[in-house]
């Protein structure tokens, strides 16, 4: 049992806490009210409305084409799911990347028409001015380094990385946790590195392909639960097989339609 499951509701200071007294955190991705709901009940301490929903729930190739306009919608949703889980919006490609003075006006944006209780953002030391500004606007910032989605057309494509060496990783974890950053997600890294720049920083660290050293993990909705088979990444566990069970659901509905034995007397309203 969790030290934290009696917590009506999770705030950002809890985070810090959690990781003093070596807790992990719990964290998946949410992209509709439903969902919220089940995550929010299950007990998850933080929910991203991430930028992967432009994959798993419009069918884009990657996260890049997401608008702002869609994760506010999506985010809006999850808001109304949620009444324990701490709240994180995932900026997308190019609402931050302009200028500071223009990510400022869309992050409070975000913020005010979603409900989200803070913002994510990719990218190292060289985003550590604008966190810096955001948070002096008290907005609350989840950093993301390592391997960064909206950033694959420069990498290379989705990469492992850390395999370098882990120096550069702790210097931008450390310039982002001076900036201000609550906690910061490390995707894709070798394991040793992510457990060095977890040891590093006092702030969480939130794994996702990065290994058990992280102080939390995130997973994407549809991947743990079987919802989503296009690719499969090596980091996923899935833990249950949800599509399986709903394409059956829909064809014994099929069959029953076709046979007439759907809608039956129990099912229809009768004089």
């Not at 794994?207 to 919802?227: E, P, S, T, Y």
């Amino acid at each position: 049992m969790s030290k934290h499951s009696e917590i009506k509701k999770i705030t950002v200071n809890h985070f810090a806490k959690m990781k003093q007294e070596n807790e992990k955190i719990t964290c998946l991705t949410a992209y509709d009210y439903t969902s919220a709901m089940i995550l929010d009940e299950a007990g998850i301490e933080l929910v991203l409305v991430g930028d992967s929903l432009g994959v798993v729930m419009n069918g884009y190739e990657n996260t890049i084409p997401v608008t702002l306009d869609e994760v506010i919608y999506h985010t809006k949703a999850v808001k109304r799911g949620l009444k324990r889980s701490f709240l994180v919006l995932d900026m997308p490609f190019g609402t931050y990347h302009e200028s500071e003075e223009k990510a400022l006006t869309n992050c409070i944006r975000a913020i005010k028409e979603s409900g989200a209780e803070a913002v994510k953002i990719e990218g190292g030391a060289e985003k550590a001015p604008l966190v810096k500004k955001l948070v002096n606007s008290g907005i609350n910032v989840m950093g993301h380094i390592g391997l960064m989605p909206q950033s694959i057309h420069t990498m290379g494509g989705f990469k492992v990385q850390g395999r370098d060496g882990v120096e550069k990783y702790i210097e931008d974890a450390k310039a982002l946790e001076e900036a201000g950053i609550f906690s910061l997600v490390l995707e894709g890294l070798v394991a040793d590195v992510a457990t060095s720049v977890t040891k590093a920083v006092d702030i969480p660290t939130i794994g996702i392909g990065a290994g058990k050293g992280c102080d939390g993990q995130i997973l994407v909705f549809h991947d743990v639960f079987g919802l989503f088979d296009d690719f499969i990444p090596k980091f996923v566990k899935r833990y249950a097989d949800a599509k399986t069970e709903l394409v059956k659901a829909a064809q014994d509905y099929i069959g029953d339609v076709k046979s007439s034995v759907f809608p039956d007397d129990k099912h229809s309203y009768l004089r």
